[in-house]
């Protein structure tokens, strides 16, 4: 349908519809989406899994096979099994007027890396030691300033302002 | 070797599928795009390893819709996948942050690759209904009629895909495209409602008009015409 004849891609999956995939009747051609519709993301999974095992979040209409497509085609990733499930998202938090405030649900799928490759979901936030920069190096030294000012008396001994004499 | 963010501003280029390589004639008259493929597979759904754990990570614009019309098919279905790995990157990001009670470097690059993607679509869709125009003449992809409902309404009725005819679909027919007549009250007062409001909005112009016109009759248009 769209542009079959110039962009001869293969597909690597379906896609989300409103209206829901077009029909299939015996000797149709074989349907073809070309941009697909389907984001993923990968998350750190809760409990521990498998070395070779990958945890994703996948959209409702997404099946295990379309997502064995997806990560061949698109991000030529050896997948040897995908199982999933369907997490229900709670309904039972409730806002300021008692109404009950819907977390959507999601769709969690478990991939393993065929060839016995492995994968561990990496640190993204590592703590990182900043050298003063050329930016912030006349901030930090006000600051540096603002905190000896505001330094107690050290004759006190460690005890607070607020104390009498 | 990461693929580079490839945001409008940044630098554009591709390398051809090796594998699979479709047959074009027609490529010396293109100019030839290049870029390295990353193969590295699951390390795409994250970021360069440099930018772990900055606060900001720099970005361009996105994606117009007029830069969009100046692209081939192929660079638009190449943009879109490459546009799709850096969504779900930043999703998983997201979700790492979220569950990580952390804030997400530059949120708004997600925005912006969300506002790219819609763009690309509406020119695919544009490119679609120019070539079915010309082909057909069909000026909707999904056929349709307009027809009154049960409630006396006119509405654009969409059709649906069935393998049988409509004569022998039972859910279809069961369907009412007509309005009984005691509806006829009903519609005719949702039309005096309708033309009450019309009749509201056009009273509220024309005062308005009338003050603006007491008030600086030296604006006037009328008066404008009249010098000239």
Known sequence: MEFSHIAPLPSAGGCRLDIGYPLYQLGNPQLRVFRTNFFIQMVRPGTVQPEDTVQFRIPMEMTRVDLRNYLERIYSVPVAAVRTRVQHGSNRKRDHRNVRVKKPDYKVAYVQLAHGQTFTFPDLFPEKKRSPSGEDSVQEELLEEQRKRQSRDPRRGGVPEWFGL | ?228
């Open chain 2, 1 to 228: 070797m990461f693929p580079k963010r490839l945001f409008s501003n940044a630098g554009f280029s591709f390398n051809l599928v090796p594998k699979n390589k479709p047959s074009v004639t027609s490529l010396h008259q293109c100019r030839v795009l290049h870029t390295t493929l990353s193969r590295k597979g699951l390390e795409e759904f994250f970021d360069d390893p440099k930018n772990w754990g900055e606060e900001k990570v720099k970005s361009g614009a996105a994606w117009t819709c007029q830069q969009l019309r100046n692209k081939s098919n192929e660079d638009l279905h190449k943009l879109w996948y490459v546009l799709l790995k850096e969504r779900n990157m930043l999703l998983t990001l997201e979700q790492e942050a979220k569950r990580q009670i952390l804030p997400m470097p530059s949120p708004e690059r997600l925005e912006k690759v969300i506002e790219s993607m819609d763009a690309l679509d509406k020119v695919v869709q544009e490119r679609e209904d120019a070539i079915r125009l010309l082909q057909t003449g069909q000026e909707k992809a999904r056929p349709g009629a307009w027809r009154k409902d049960i409630f006396g309404r006119i509405i654009w009725h969409k059709f649906k895909q069935w393998p049988i005819p409509w004569y022998l679909n039972k859910r279809y027919n069961r369907k009412r495209f007509f309005a009984m007549p005691y509806v006829e009250r009903f519609d005719r007062l949702r039309r005096e409602k309708q033309a009450r409001i019309q009749t509201r909005k056009k009273s509220l112009e024309k005062k308005k008009a009338k003050y603006l016109q007491e008030k600086f009759p030296h604006l006037s248009e009328a008066q404008k015409s009249s010098l000239v």
